[in-house]
């Protein structure tokens, strides 16, 4: 067992060896790739799929009713006592749902923005999952698992395809919200793959990440003697040793040099135009999710391969700052304009076709409510909507369906193992060949399981 460990120790990537001094150079893939890059806006907390897009007549009708004990019947939910010490009973809609576009998908007031790109978007509104409480059901979306030590969907990417950026890390984390998301770092962490992989945090305001600039008294040929000498005492001990983390550390001293001029070239928005701005309803100074969507923008125009943006707090018991009648649509309107802006950009500046844009949080919210001081609804694993544009993802079609309650998903469910699945395929990489050996065994980013969404294949 310690001899495969030992030997399997760089793992299998597309076509070059993880921790190699080209580790994130960019590769082919297993199979053609639709697009080279993804920015996955995650709505962090649990969207209410029920005020958003999964329309439900039948739900409005049966208002304050008890849901059949058929539902429920051997179902777990996050917080027991306050959806059943009463009867639960059934919550409808919260909001006004109209049809859009040439699809006719339904979308509610809460989307004005959203609901004029339905064309160019498709919506999954049969997503599954296996976990319900946050933490753990962030790192089941990110990671394929929701134990600790998992490498994430864009350390897996890197690791498959490298990026195509020379002065950006290849995977990007962008942040807004109240508060950073449940679980933090391991969310966008490498695991058990090279470090060389792992998302880097940048900040909406300052310094892209502390201690970038120079000290003073320390200019730009002093520096680089320094890393020069620190580069060839690590390749010593990188000979005597083959520890491939020490090329790890090479190469991150190394972009965080090139960092010190493309990350704040990166954060300067001075030469995008003012109708640029009004697009996504952005400041050029001020951090905001609208703000980090056209950041997004800027990141896969130089390379970049996978850019996440996480916004909190969607969730939405009915507690204080968790309700549907006044928290719920300020998270819709923080974010509504910047996700439509970012499609209508890409689209204009030909970046669409390469680019696949997800949104969608850890799990939806039922159709029963809670009894709260006001109006909520439970964390609910077993349906809830996402949607995805671009990259080779066919606009203008809705995907899958639940019943007339939206408790269940009834046509082509699609749990995130598919999810995982399908985005790698797009990318070109078959997630059943994307392995990597660790402690004994080889690892996927979707376990033993994933099947392609076909209808998200054009």
């Known amino acids: 067992m310690a001899l495969a460990s030992l030997m399997g120790q760089h793992g299998s990537a597309a076509t070059a060896t993880a921790g190699s001094n080209d580790a994130m150079a960019p590769r082919a893939g297993h199979v053609p790739a639709k697009a080279k890059s993804i920015i996955f806006l995650f709505m962090a907390g649990g969207p209410s799929q029920l005020e958003m897009f999964d329309w439900k007549p039948k739900l409005a009708q049966l208002h304050g009713q008890p849901i059949p004990d058929s539902f429920i019947e051997g179902k777990r939910f996050a917080f027991m006592d306050s959806s059943f010490k009463n009867k639960s009973t059934l919550l409808g809609p919260k909001r006004a749902f109209r049809q859009h576009g040439q699809s006719g998908a339904w979308v509610s007031d809460l989307l004005p923005h959203t609901a004029q790109i339905v064309d160019d978007i498709a919506i999954v509104k049969s997503c599954a999952t296996n976990l319900f409480n946050h933490a753990p059901a962030k790192l089941f979306m990110n990671t394929g698992s929701g134990q600790f030590g998992r490498p994430s969907m864009g350390a897996w990417v890197t690791y498959g395809i490298g990026s195509e950026s020379q002065d950006l890390p290849g995977f990007v984390v962008l942040q807004s919200g109240p508060r950073g998301p449940r679980g933090g770092a391991v969310n966008w962490g490498s695991g058990f793959l090279p470090t060389t992989y792992q998302g880097v945090p940048l900040r909406g305001q300052g310094d892209p990440i502390l201690n970038l600039s120079n000290p003073d008294g320390i200019d730009a040929a002093r520096q680089r003697r320094a890393l020069d000498a620190l580069r060839d005492l690590n390749l010593q001990h990188q000979v005597a040793t083959q520890d491939p983390e020490i090329l790890t550390r090479i190469a991150s001293y190394e972009m965080a040099y090139r960092m010190q001029t493309s990350a704040p070239e990166l954060m300067d928005l001075s030469r995008e135009s003012d109708a640029t701005l009004r697009l996504y309803g952005a400041d050029r100074e001020k951090p905001s999710f609208a703000r980090n969507c056209l950041l997004a923008r800027r990141l896969v125009e130089r390379g970049v391969r996978f850019v996440q943006l996480y916004h909190t707090n969607w969730d939405s018991h009915g507690g204080p700052g968790e309700t549907l009648e006044d ?66 993802v066919p606009g203008g079609r809705v995907i899958g369906e639940t019943d007339e309650l939206g408790f269940n998903a009834v046509a082509d469910r699609a749990h995130v193992h598919d999810i995982h699945a399908t985005l790698l395929h797009l990318l070109g990489l078959e997630h059943e060949r994307l392995t990597y050996r660790f402690q004994g065994r080889d690892y996927r980013l979707t376990d033993i399981h994933g099947e392609l969404i076909k209808p998200l294949l054009a």
């Open 327 to 392: 928290d719920f649509p300020k998270r819709c309107f923080e974010t509504d304009q910047g996700c439509a802006a970012l499609v209508r950009d890409l689209q204009s500046r030909g970046l669409l076709d390469s680019t696949i844009v997800v949104w969608g949080g850890e799990f939806g919210r039922t159709p029963m409510g809670e009894a709260r001081d006001k109006t909520g609804r439970n964390h609910h694993i077993d349906a809830f909507t996402m949607w995805f544009a671009g990259g080779g």
